[in-house]
């Protein structure tokens, strides 16, 4: 509630994220639909900085666009990615089975805030967060967009 009232008081802050599933169905998530969604807290450090961070977690948005999770993960989709991309061109991929709890204790998330306020300029309003990273380069600022791909097909037999 807050924090998408206080996002959209935030002019020029891109709001909303784009999602695409393998069979290229699409979602946009807007800054209420993020607000109004299930969030954990997750404290990380990232070469020698911590910070608390809030967000949703990745396996929840994916579902969103049918994204294969628990138990139904396996097979063919142990090869799919998710490729996470962010307003200044930046991109990072993420083994689909890493955002998976079943597969991976650390969790990975899309904040929206950051020490209990919303992501500053220039880095939000979304941030992924992969926790357990010893280096900060999957950290993606500026979040627009999360796609699955799938990088193999499965061999012929």
């Known amino acids: 509630c807050c924090l998408a009232r206080t996002l959209a008081a935030r002019p020029g ?4 994220v784009a ?3 393998l069979s290229g169905q699409g979602v946009t998530l807007k800054a209420a639909d993020i607000a109004a969604m299930r969030h954990v807290t997750l404290t990380v450090e990232v070469e020698g900085t911590s910070h608390t961070y809030a967000g949703v977690p990745l396996s929840d948005i994916l579902a969103r666009v049918g994204a294969p999770s628990g138990k139904a993960l396996k097979g063919a989709d142990l090869t799919d990615v998710v490729v996470v991309g962010a307003k200044d061109g930046y991109a990072v991929a993420l083994a689909l089975a890493e955002t998976d709890p079943l597969f991976r204790k650390d969790q990975i ?3 929206d805030q950051s020490d209990g306020a919303p992501m500053p300029d220039g880095v939000g309003p979304y941030r992924l967060v992969v926790e357990g990273d010893q280096r900060g380069a999957r950290l993606a600022r500026m979040v627009v967009s999360i796609e699955v791909q799938r990088l193999a097909s499965p061999p012929s037999r």
């Not at 802050?13 to 909303?16: F, H, I, N």
């Open 13 to 16: 802050v891109a709001q909303d």
């Open 19 to 21: 999602l695409r599933g």
């Open 109 to 111: 998330i899309l904040a």
